[in-house]
């Protein structure tokens, strides 16, 4: 497989993932093309056969003059389950521990998708940091962190990896009243293969997560990129409503079926 057929097909894949977690705007349109390419460090034409590969897959049109919309839906199930615990909760109740390295922390502009999410203006300052955790040695998941420049203040290196971002923040007094989270599946990408000690295109849980204080204020943003066979999310359910609605005709109940 020569590098341009890998390098469409990565972009091809992070443009999928960002439609599944809802990262776009309102409008579902991409990023230029120009600024694909610019950001990527490839050709219009590279770019292009990404674009079109997704297109050939229902997920996004162009529109003249306008750029590139998406047109394939993402279903987003909302479930209320209570007060939110995080991966390392799940790690401390099987009894192991859970250490964070900072591979990198500065302040850099946001991108497209990110200061969307965050609510800001695209190429607006912010503190990113990006960091990869593992358990006894192995590695669980990298994560890259957004934090508006103007609450980025306390954050050193030391604080994001213990206690950690979210909890400094807390610590600072900055309370998280509600947490988004978004999850879908992908895959493992060139950039980041060594730090997860795994194979290029190899199964990731994507969750991405939203801090908000009580005024619904963003505070920050975190993508996780979790080793797909080192974790899940669980979510227990109370049971499904009562429902009067008919079942449909021709559908009969099997003995012992609930």
Same mark, same amino acid.
């Given at each position: &497989?020569? &590098?341009?057929?890998?390098?469409?097909?990565?972009?091809?894949?992070?443009?999928?993932?960002?439609?599944?977690l809802?990262?776009?705007?309102?409008?579902?349109?991409l990023?230029s093309?120009? /600024?694909?390419? %610019?950001?990527?460090?490839? %050709?219009?034409?590279?770019?292009?056969?990404?674009?079109?590969l997704?297109?050939?897959?229902?997920?996004?049109?162009?529109r003249?003059?306008?750029? !590139?919309?998406?047109?394939g %839906?993402?279903?987003?199930?909302?479930?209320?389950?209570?007060?939110?615990?995080?991966?390392?909760?799940?790690?401390?109740?099987?009894g192991?521990?859970?250490?964070?390295?900072?591979?990198?922390?500065g302040?850099?502009?946001?991108?497209?998708?990110?200061?969307?999410?965050l609510g800001?203006?695209?190429?607006?300052r912010?503190?990113?940091?990006?960091s990869?955790?593992?358990?006894?040695?192995q590695v669980?998941?990298?994560?890259?962190?957004?934090?508006?420049?103007?609450?980025?203040?306390?954050i %050193?290196?030391?604080?994001? *990896?213990?206690?950690?971002? !979210?909890?400094?923040?807390?610590?600072e007094?900055l309370?998280?009243?509600?947490?988004?989270?978004?999850?879908?599946?992908?895959?493992?990408?060139a950039?980041?293969?060594?730090?997860?000690? /795994?194979e290029v295109?190899?199964?990731?849980?994507?969750?991405r997560?939203?801090?908000?204080?009580? /005024?619904?204020r963003?505070?920050?943003? /975190?993508?996780?990129?979790y080793?797909?066979?080192?974790?899940?999310?669980?979510?227990?359910?109370a049971?499904?409503?009562?429902?009067?609605?008919? *079942?449909?005709?021709?559908?009969?109940?099997?003995?012992?079926?609930?």
């Amino acid at each position: &497989m020569s &590098m341009t057929t890998h390098r469409f097909r990565e972009i091809a894949q992070e443009l999928r993932e960002q439609i599944a977690l809802g990262g776009l705007d309102g409008t579902g349109a991409l990023e230029s093309e120009a /600024a694909l390419g %610019s950001r990527h460090g490839v %050709s219009r034409v590279t770019v292009r056969r990404a674009l079109e590969l997704l297109r050939s897959e229902g997920l996004i049109e162009p529109r003249r003059g306008s750029g !590139w919309f998406v047109v394939g %839906s993402s279903y987003h199930q909302r479930l209320a389950v209570g007060t939110f615990t995080h991966a390392g909760s799940a790690v401390a109740g099987a009894g192991r521990q859970a250490s964070r390295r900072v591979v990198d922390l500065g302040i850099e502009p946001l991108p497209t998708v990110e200061a969307g999410v965050l609510g800001v203006d695209a190429g607006e300052r912010a503190l990113r940091c990006r960091s990869v955790r593992s358990i006894d040695g192995q590695v669980l998941d990298v994560t890259a962190e957004w934090v508006p420049d103007d609450l980025a203040g306390p954050i %050193s290196r030391s604080r994001a *990896e213990t206690p950690g971002i !979210w909890a400094t923040l807390q610590a600072e007094g900055l309370r998280v009243a509600r947490v988004h989270q978004s999850i879908t599946a992908g895959l493992v990408r060139a950039e980041e293969a060594e730090l997860l000690q /795994a194979e290029v295109g190899s199964p990731l849980l994507l969750v991405r997560r939203v801090a908000r204080d009580d /005024a619904g204020r963003p505070l920050a943003l /975190a993508d996780h990129r979790y080793l797909a066979h080192r974790f899940s999310l669980e979510v227990d359910f109370a049971g499904a409503p009562p429902t009067t609605r008919p *079942e449909p005709p021709g559908l009969l109940a099997l003995p012992g079926s609930t």
